[in-house]
Protein backbone atom coordinates (compact mmCIF):
# COMPACT_ATOMS: atom_id res chain seq x y z
CA UNK A 1 0.00 0.00 0.00
CA UNK A 2 1.21 3.34 -1.38
CA UNK A 3 2.00 5.49 2.20
CA UNK A 4 1.06 9.30 1.44
CA UNK A 5 2.37 12.40 3.04
CA UNK A 6 0.20 14.27 5.04
CA UNK A 7 -0.91 18.01 4.21
CA UNK A 8 2.06 20.62 5.17
CA UNK A 9 2.85 23.86 4.15
CA UNK A 10 6.55 23.86 2.13
CA UNK A 11 7.93 27.24 3.07
CA UNK A 12 11.85 28.17 1.36
CA UNK A 13 13.15 30.99 3.21
CA UNK A 14 16.18 32.77 0.95
CA UNK A 15 18.22 33.70 3.87
CA UNK A 16 19.02 32.07 7.71
CA UNK A 17 17.64 34.93 8.91
CA UNK A 18 14.01 34.27 7.67
CA UNK A 19 14.18 30.39 8.36
CA UNK A 20 14.88 31.44 11.80
CA UNK A 21 11.90 33.95 12.19
CA UNK A 22 10.03 31.32 10.30
CA UNK A 23 10.78 28.76 13.29
CA UNK A 24 9.93 31.40 15.79
CA UNK A 25 6.35 32.50 14.36
CA UNK A 26 5.45 28.67 13.53
CA UNK A 27 6.81 27.34 16.26
CA UNK A 28 6.15 23.45 17.36
CA UNK A 29 4.23 22.81 14.18
CA UNK A 30 6.96 23.61 11.70
CA UNK A 31 10.06 21.38 11.17
CA UNK A 32 13.45 21.60 9.17
CA UNK A 33 14.67 20.10 5.90
CA UNK A 34 18.09 20.21 4.39
CA UNK A 35 17.70 16.93 2.56
CA UNK A 36 14.31 15.25 3.53
CA UNK A 37 15.23 11.56 3.80
CA UNK A 38 14.78 11.20 7.56
CA UNK A 39 12.00 14.17 7.51
CA UNK A 40 9.71 12.49 5.02
CA UNK A 41 9.99 8.94 6.20
CA UNK A 42 8.90 10.11 9.24
CA UNK A 43 5.48 11.84 7.83
CA UNK A 44 5.33 9.43 5.69
CA UNK A 45 5.29 6.82 8.36
CA UNK A 46 2.87 8.99 10.82
CA UNK A 47 5.58 9.50 13.48
CA UNK A 48 4.94 13.17 12.70
CA UNK A 49 2.58 15.33 11.34
CA UNK A 50 4.09 18.98 11.02
CA UNK A 51 2.01 21.73 9.21
CA UNK A 52 5.00 23.68 7.72
CA UNK A 53 8.23 22.29 6.42
CA UNK A 54 10.76 25.14 6.14
CA UNK A 55 13.45 24.09 3.36
CA UNK A 56 17.15 25.29 3.78
CA UNK A 57 17.60 24.37 -0.09
CA UNK A 58 17.60 27.96 -1.20
CA UNK A 59 19.71 29.34 1.18
CA UNK A 60 22.73 30.58 -0.48
CA UNK A 61 26.32 29.32 0.55
CA UNK A 62 25.02 26.06 3.12
CA UNK A 63 25.98 23.80 0.47
CA UNK A 64 29.27 25.04 0.30
CA UNK A 65 32.30 22.47 1.25
CA UNK A 66 36.19 24.75 1.94
CA UNK A 67 39.22 23.37 3.71
CA UNK A 68 41.25 26.04 4.69
CA UNK A 69 44.92 24.25 6.20
CA UNK A 70 45.09 26.77 9.27
CA UNK A 71 41.31 26.92 10.17
CA UNK A 72 40.04 23.07 8.45
CA UNK A 73 37.35 21.68 7.17
CA UNK A 74 34.07 23.12 7.09
CA UNK A 75 30.59 21.35 5.68
CA UNK A 76 27.23 23.11 4.74
CA UNK A 77 24.31 22.50 6.08
CA UNK A 78 22.59 21.43 2.40
CA UNK A 79 26.26 19.96 1.38
CA UNK A 80 25.09 16.57 0.38
CA UNK A 81 26.36 13.41 1.54
CA UNK A 82 27.51 12.13 -2.17
CA UNK A 83 29.76 15.56 -2.20
CA UNK A 84 31.13 15.16 0.76
CA UNK A 85 32.19 11.28 0.02
CA UNK A 86 33.68 12.61 -3.18
CA UNK A 87 35.35 15.92 -2.28
CA UNK A 88 39.19 15.93 -3.37
CA UNK A 89 39.85 18.17 -0.21
CA UNK A 90 38.12 15.56 2.13
CA UNK A 91 39.20 12.79 0.57
CA UNK A 92 42.88 13.88 0.81
CA UNK A 93 42.84 15.07 3.80
CA UNK A 94 39.98 13.54 5.76
CA UNK A 95 39.38 10.29 4.32
CA UNK A 96 37.68 8.78 7.05
CA UNK A 97 34.82 11.74 6.76
CA UNK A 98 34.59 10.66 3.58
CA UNK A 99 34.22 7.08 4.28
CA UNK A 100 31.72 7.67 6.20
CA UNK A 101 29.60 9.43 4.56
CA UNK A 102 30.58 7.09 1.34
CA UNK A 103 28.90 4.14 3.80
CA UNK A 104 25.67 5.59 4.89
CA UNK A 105 22.78 4.00 3.54
CA UNK A 106 22.16 3.90 -0.25
CA UNK A 107 23.08 5.47 -3.29
CA UNK A 108 19.28 7.12 -3.22
CA UNK A 109 20.02 9.03 0.18
CA UNK A 110 23.49 9.77 -0.30
CA UNK A 111 22.27 12.20 -3.50
CA UNK A 112 19.54 13.66 -1.64
CA UNK A 113 21.06 13.32 2.30
CA UNK A 114 23.30 15.41 3.98
CA UNK A 115 25.80 15.86 6.48
CA UNK A 116 24.10 17.56 8.93
CA UNK A 117 21.04 16.34 8.68
CA UNK A 118 22.24 13.22 9.42
CA UNK A 119 24.11 14.50 12.83
CA UNK A 120 20.64 16.75 13.76
CA UNK A 121 19.09 13.26 13.51
CA UNK A 122 20.29 12.13 16.54
CA UNK A 123 20.23 8.43 15.87
CA UNK A 124 22.28 6.84 18.09
CA UNK A 125 23.34 4.37 14.92
CA UNK A 126 24.23 7.61 12.64
CA UNK A 127 27.87 6.87 10.44
CA UNK A 128 28.72 10.35 10.45
CA UNK A 129 28.42 11.15 14.15
CA UNK A 130 31.73 8.64 15.93
CA UNK A 131 34.51 9.88 13.17
CA UNK A 132 33.46 13.64 13.56
CA UNK A 133 33.39 13.17 17.11
CA UNK A 134 36.59 11.57 17.38
CA UNK A 135 38.15 14.54 15.08
CA UNK A 136 36.47 17.63 17.26
CA UNK A 137 34.09 18.50 14.82
CA UNK A 138 32.47 21.71 16.04
CA UNK A 139 28.76 22.76 14.84
CA UNK A 140 28.22 26.37 13.40
CA UNK A 141 24.50 27.28 15.45
CA UNK A 142 22.41 30.30 14.22
CA UNK A 143 19.39 31.15 16.17
CA UNK A 144 17.37 34.40 17.50
CA UNK A 145 19.99 35.49 20.18
CA UNK A 146 22.96 35.50 17.25
CA UNK A 147 25.56 32.53 15.96
CA UNK A 148 27.12 30.32 18.77
CA UNK A 149 29.67 27.50 18.36
CA UNK A 150 29.11 24.24 20.48
CA UNK A 151 31.38 21.21 20.08
CA UNK A 152 29.96 18.00 18.61
CA UNK A 153 30.54 16.06 21.97
CA UNK A 154 28.23 18.26 23.69
CA UNK A 155 25.02 18.17 21.32
CA UNK A 156 23.91 14.54 21.33
CA UNK A 157 21.38 14.29 24.49
CA UNK A 158 19.32 11.22 23.62
CA UNK A 159 18.09 9.51 20.26
CA UNK A 160 16.01 11.92 18.64
CA UNK A 161 17.60 14.69 21.13
CA UNK A 162 19.75 17.76 20.73
CA UNK A 163 21.25 20.69 22.35
CA UNK A 164 19.53 22.93 19.87
CA UNK A 165 17.60 25.97 21.96
CA UNK A 166 14.44 26.64 20.05
CA UNK A 167 14.40 28.23 16.35
CA UNK A 168 18.41 27.32 16.32
CA UNK A 169 19.61 25.64 13.42
CA UNK A 170 22.84 24.04 12.71
CA UNK A 171 24.41 25.73 9.53
CA UNK A 172 27.82 23.99 9.39
CA UNK A 173 30.32 21.28 11.09
CA UNK A 174 33.78 22.16 11.30
CA UNK A 175 36.53 19.73 11.68
CA UNK A 176 40.14 21.16 12.97
CA UNK A 177 43.35 20.53 10.77
CA UNK A 178 44.31 17.14 12.02
CA UNK A 179 46.89 16.90 14.75
CA UNK A 180 51.05 15.38 13.40
CA UNK A 181 51.19 12.48 13.39
CA UNK A 182 47.22 11.91 13.71
CA UNK A 183 45.29 8.76 12.01
CA UNK A 184 41.66 8.17 12.09
CA UNK A 185 40.04 5.36 11.20
CA UNK A 186 36.15 4.41 11.08
CA UNK A 187 34.24 0.53 11.10
CA UNK A 188 30.85 -0.13 11.24
CA UNK A 189 28.99 -3.24 10.73
CA UNK A 190 25.23 -4.07 9.95
CA UNK A 191 22.77 -7.08 9.28
CA UNK A 192 22.53 -6.76 5.32
CA UNK A 193 25.50 -4.24 4.24
CA UNK A 194 24.66 -0.39 4.21
CA UNK A 195 21.15 -1.25 3.39
CA UNK A 196 20.27 -1.10 7.38
CA UNK A 197 21.33 1.03 9.64
CA UNK A 198 24.69 0.71 11.56
CA UNK A 199 24.77 -1.91 14.07
CA UNK A 200 27.52 -1.52 15.87
CA UNK A 201 30.51 0.57 14.95
CA UNK A 202 33.70 2.35 16.02
CA UNK A 203 35.67 5.58 15.19
CA UNK A 204 39.05 6.55 16.36
CA UNK A 205 41.61 9.51 16.02
CA UNK A 206 44.54 8.42 17.41
CA UNK A 207 48.25 10.74 17.27
CA UNK A 208 51.04 8.62 17.37
CA UNK A 209 55.54 9.55 18.84
CA UNK A 210 56.82 6.29 17.01
CA UNK A 211 55.03 3.12 18.85
CA UNK A 212 53.34 5.20 21.54
CA UNK A 213 50.00 6.30 21.49
CA UNK A 214 50.41 10.21 22.78
CA UNK A 215 46.72 10.91 22.37
CA UNK A 216 43.12 9.52 21.41
CA UNK A 217 39.53 10.12 20.89
CA UNK A 218 38.07 6.35 20.71
CA UNK A 219 33.90 6.96 20.36
CA UNK A 220 31.68 3.57 19.97
CA UNK A 221 27.93 3.63 17.81
CA UNK A 222 24.62 1.81 18.14
CA UNK A 223 25.60 0.67 21.84
CA UNK A 224 23.59 3.40 23.67
CA UNK A 225 21.32 6.42 23.51
CA UNK A 226 23.63 8.77 21.92
CA UNK A 227 27.56 8.00 20.08
CA UNK A 228 29.52 6.89 23.21
CA UNK A 229 33.12 7.94 24.29
CA UNK A 230 34.89 4.67 25.79
CA UNK A 231 37.47 7.21 28.15
CA UNK A 232 38.22 4.26 30.15
CA UNK A 233 39.56 2.35 26.87
CA UNK A 234 41.27 5.53 25.89
CA UNK A 235 43.49 5.46 29.09
CA UNK A 236 44.50 1.92 28.56
CA UNK A 237 46.02 3.14 25.43
CA UNK A 238 46.79 6.77 25.92
CA UNK A 239 50.77 7.05 26.52
CA UNK A 240 51.25 3.80 25.74
CA UNK A 241 53.57 1.80 22.95
CA UNK A 242 50.79 0.32 21.21
CA UNK A 243 50.71 -4.06 21.90
CA UNK A 244 48.37 -6.73 20.98
CA UNK A 245 47.77 -7.11 24.54
CA UNK A 246 46.97 -3.73 25.19
CA UNK A 247 44.74 -3.68 22.67
CA UNK A 248 42.90 -6.84 23.89
CA UNK A 249 42.29 -4.78 27.01
CA UNK A 250 41.52 -1.52 25.49
CA UNK A 251 38.61 -3.66 23.32
CA UNK A 252 37.39 -5.34 26.45
CA UNK A 253 37.09 -1.85 28.55
CA UNK A 254 34.89 -0.72 26.17
CA UNK A 255 33.22 -3.26 25.61
CA UNK A 256 31.94 -2.72 29.27
CA UNK A 257 31.55 0.76 28.75
CA UNK A 258 28.81 0.37 25.80
CA UNK A 259 25.29 0.01 26.95
CA UNK A 260 23.87 -1.79 24.21
CA UNK A 261 20.21 -3.61 23.69
CA UNK A 262 18.83 -5.79 21.72
CA UNK A 263 16.57 -4.69 18.60
CA UNK A 264 15.93 -5.72 15.11
CA UNK A 265 19.45 -4.90 13.87
CA UNK A 266 21.56 -6.94 16.41
CA UNK A 267 21.51 -8.46 19.93
CA UNK A 268 23.06 -6.76 22.92
CA UNK A 269 25.41 -9.81 22.74
CA UNK A 270 26.63 -9.34 19.65
CA UNK A 271 27.26 -5.52 20.08
CA UNK A 272 29.29 -5.95 23.29
CA UNK A 273 31.20 -8.22 21.32
CA UNK A 274 31.68 -6.56 18.00
CA UNK A 275 32.69 -3.79 20.10
CA UNK A 276 35.75 -5.37 21.82
CA UNK A 277 36.53 -6.68 18.01
CA UNK A 278 36.41 -3.17 16.55
CA UNK A 279 38.04 -1.20 18.60
CA UNK A 280 41.35 -3.35 18.29
CA UNK A 281 40.73 -3.07 14.24
CA UNK A 282 40.35 0.97 14.24
CA UNK A 283 42.96 1.75 17.03
CA UNK A 284 45.68 -0.67 14.58
CA UNK A 285 44.26 0.96 11.79
CA UNK A 286 44.10 4.74 12.59
CA UNK A 287 48.53 3.98 14.66
CA UNK A 288 49.18 2.36 10.93
CA UNK A 289 48.16 5.74 8.70
CA UNK A 290 49.60 7.83 11.49
CA UNK A 291 52.85 6.33 11.22
CA UNK A 292 52.51 6.53 7.86
Known sequence: ?????????????????????????????????AGGTDLLMKIKL????????ISLKKIGGLDQISFDPTTGL????????????????????????????RGTANVQVRNMGTVIGNLCNASPASDNAP????????????????????????FFKGPGMTAL????????????????????????LSARGKLDCTAVGAAVMVTMSGDVCKDIRLFVASCGPTPLRAVKAEE???????????????GSQASQESRPITDLRASGEYRTKMISVLTERVITEASKKARG
Open 46 to 53: GAIKPGFI
Open 131 to 154: TLLAMEAVLHIAGPEGKRKLPLDQ
Open 165 to 188: KPSEIVTAVGVPVLPPNAGTAYIS
Open 236 to 250: IIRGKQISDDLLAQA
Open 74 to 101: TIGATALLADVADHPDILKHYPTVAQAA
Open 1 to 33: MMMRLSHFDFLAPATIEEAVGLLQSKGADARLM
